[in-house]
């Protein structure tokens, strides 16, 4: 989990300076599995980019280079979403083990 | 419209790293309409709900955009007050830039309780657009039904007993409401159709009007099904025509998408853990009529668009 911040670190008043300051906050541990990517199978169709709902799919020029683990919750909805080439899925879920 | 890589060039205005369920319907609406408005600036404001909630856990924001938080039922008029004070700024010119204005709600902040303030909005003509993400009850407290909530659905304010199976009464129709305000732009879109909620929201914006987008946000906690089927199940209940996808444009109905082929409606239900019980034989009057109250409302609006 995130570091909680102490009182003097927060600005006067409680007030929140900086717009979408919830990219410092990780949820990545929340998740039971995680997406791997297989790029070979990719057709760049960003599916999984516009229907995640933590935009923990990255991007690198608008081309899916992988996923932001520190984000991501593990729901799934970016394997189910994915059409894969030929029927052959570019992005599967994998349990995670410790 | 402007396609996936023009969004994708565009950048996200909602963050990650918010607290909302893993497969949550709600930040896909806020991400997606935020993508599709985001060639210009703009201010948004959210009704207390679970997208507020997850959204803005202090000292965190996930809103890359000015945003303003509102008490439950009136998000509608917050953003009408801050359009209200824009419009005199400009005039004053202190302002030179086109600036647009957002309020997002759920069902409850939207049905029932913020109701009255959004009437009001939409008939003072405000430039804004209302985004209500229809989860079908309260989510964020705990699953109680609203006047969203569909007939049979099993919520923990109408759970499914010996003396009630699930919800007695239908649904409100409040696109209905919506639309008899005879305002530029009403429209209903889904989670799992990007393309159409895009669009929607691009020609929203460009009325320069109020307008209202009703978006049905499958909900993994309070309806009970898999995470990963979010978009799925929205896109199925378009495909039974539970939730028809259609728009008014200037008093105009027109269906933006027919299922080639009708599903019945048990297809979604029963993948759904809060309609269970409707699958015992005892239950079969209640989906007969489910079925038919679904044809008839469309067939309704079908007279409408031929109007």
Known sequence: M???????????????????TAVDFKTGDWRSSRPVYHPENCIQCLFCWVYCPDS??????????????????????CAHECPGKKKVKAIVMEEEVK | MANLKELAARGDKFTGGHRACAGCGATIVARQALLA?????????????????????FPYTAWDVPFIHSAFENSAATISGVEAAYKSLKRQGTVKEDIRFMAFGGDGGTYDIGLQALS??????????????DNQAYMNTGIQRSSATPKGSATT?????????????????????IAAHGIPYVAQSVVGN???????????????????????QPCRLGWGYPPELTAEMGRLAVDTNFWPLYEVEDGKYKINYTPKERKPITEWLFQQERFRHLKRPENQAILEE???????????LGKKCSQ
């Open chain 1, 2 to 20: 995130s570091e909680l911040k102490k009182y003097k670190e927060l600005a006067l008043g409680g007030n929140i300076e900086k717009s979408g």
């Open chain 1, 56 to 77: 923990a799919v990255i991007l690198k020029d608008g081309q899916v280079t992988g996923f932001n683990l520190d984000h991501c919750k593990g729901c799934g909805i």
């Open chain 2, 290 to 300: 489910i079925q038919k109250d679904i044809d008839l409302r469309w067939e309704n």
């Open chain 2, 120 to 133: 009001g909005a939409m008939e003072r003509g405000h430039n804004m657009l209302y985004i209500c993400y």
């Open chain 2, 194 to 216: 990007w393309s159409d909620f895009t669009k929607k929201v691009e020609k929203a914006l460009a009325k320069g009007g109020p307008a209202f987008i009703a978006v049905l």
């Open chain 2, 157 to 177: 304010t109408s759970p499914n007993g010996k003396k009630i199976p699930g919800k007695v009464q239908f649904r409100k129709n409040l696109t209905e409401i």
């Open chain 2, 37 to 57: 408005a985001g060639d210009k600036p703009v201010v948004a404001t959210c009704a207390t709900g679970c997208l507020e909630v997850v959204s803005t856990i």
